[in-house]
Every structure is written in C-alpha cells, then in structure tokens.
C-alpha cells in the first residue's frame, strides 16, 4: 500500500508540478489537456488514472470508490471542450471533489480539512480569480493525500 502511496504521489507532483513550471498555473488542472502539445494530450488521462486507481485501492471504501472512479471518468472524459463530453466531465470532476470530501468527514473523520477546504473557496476566488479552481482542484488532491497517508502511517 505504501508504495500505492509514493506512486500516486509521485503522480500528482510530477503531473502538476511540471504543467506549473512548464506553462505556469492553468484555469483548471483539466485545462493542462488543452496546454499540452496534442500528441502529450495522454498525459492527462495518465495522470487522472496513475492518482485515482491507488487511491480507490488505499482509501478501501465506497467513498473513496466514488471520489476515485469521478477522477478517473475526468480523464475518460478529458475533451472538456466538446460540448458532448463537458457534461461528464464536469459531472465526475465535482463527484471526485464531493466525494472525496465526504470521505474525508465520514471515513477519515478529518472533517477540519474539509472545513479548511471549504473556507479556501472564497477566499481563493477573491485572491486569485483567473486561477482560483486550478488551486482548488490541487488543494482537493492534496486533502485525499492527507487522508491517505494518515491511513497509511
């Protein structure tokens, strides 16, 4: 599980990390898709899978199944921009975000990091509105690796 852990994180960081050095904060962590040269646009689903499928192994719960399979139709769904695929992809996104928060209040019982989570919406908004759900959706990944590791260690 451990080493679930380490990949999935080194998924994350390595995903994020270099579209935020590359091109610099995107509108959406979703939005890097279109940022990248079309033939890395694979990367993206890679990155959704390669940090959804060890979370739904770790996390071992229906919450974490839901969080995680919304992540996973995010990058199934990755042409946010067509008009038949937006519908999806926003719906599994915000169920990865919901459900990821409910498991951190119902299975995690870390409900403050969810409090936290919430209280940052606003405040991001008003702070940094071009980019506010880019740094939304990294602080959403970020409460379910706080989550996991917990679990873990």
Same mark, same amino acid.
């Given at each position: 599980?451990?080493?679930?852990?380490?990949?999935?994180?080194?998924?994350?960081?390595?995903?994020?990390?270099?579209?935020?050095?590359?091109?610099?904060?995107?509108?959406?962590?979703?939005?890097?898709?279109?940022?990248?040269?079309?033939?890395?646009?694979?990367?993206?689903?890679?990155?959704?899978?390669?940090?959804?499928?060890? +979370?739904?192994?770790?996390?071992?719960?229906?919450?974490?199944?839901?969080?995680?399979?919304?992540?996973?139709?995010?990058?199934?769904?990755?042409?946010?921009?067509?008009? +038949?695929?937006?519908?999806?992809?926003?719906?599994?996104?915000?169920?990865?975000?919901?459900?990821?928060?409910? +498991?951190?209040?119902?299975? /995690?019982?870390?409900?403050?990091?969810?409090?936290?989570?919430?209280?940052?919406?606003?405040?991001?908004?008003?702070?940094?509105?071009?980019?506010?759900?880019?740094?939304?959706?990294?602080?959403?990944?970020?409460?379910?690796?706080?989550?996991?590791? /917990?679990?873990?260690?």
């Amino acid at each position: 599980m451990i080493s679930l852990f380490i990949v999935m994180c080194f998924v994350f960081i390595g995903y994020v990390g270099s579209i935020w050095i590359i091109y610099g904060p995107q509108q959406s962590i979703s939005e890097s898709y279109y940022t990248l040269p079309r033939k890395w646009n694979f990367l993206f689903t890679l990155f959704t899978w390669g940090f959804a499928f060890p +979370a739904i192994i770790i996390g071992d719960s229906t919450y974490m199944f839901i969080a995680g399979s919304g992540i996973i139709f995010v990058g199934v769904a990755a042409q946010m921009h067509d008009k +038949a695929v937006r519908v999806v992809h926003l719906f599994t996104a915000f169920t990865g975000i919901i459900f990821s928060q409910v +498991a951190l209040i119902f299975q /995690y019982d870390m409900w403050y990091i969810t409090v936290l989570y919430a209280v940052s919406i606003p405040i991001l908004y008003f702070m940094i509105r071009k980019y506010w759900i880019w740094y939304i959706e990294i602080l959403a990944f970020l409460s379910i690796c706080i989550a996991l590791a /917990y679990t873990l260690f």
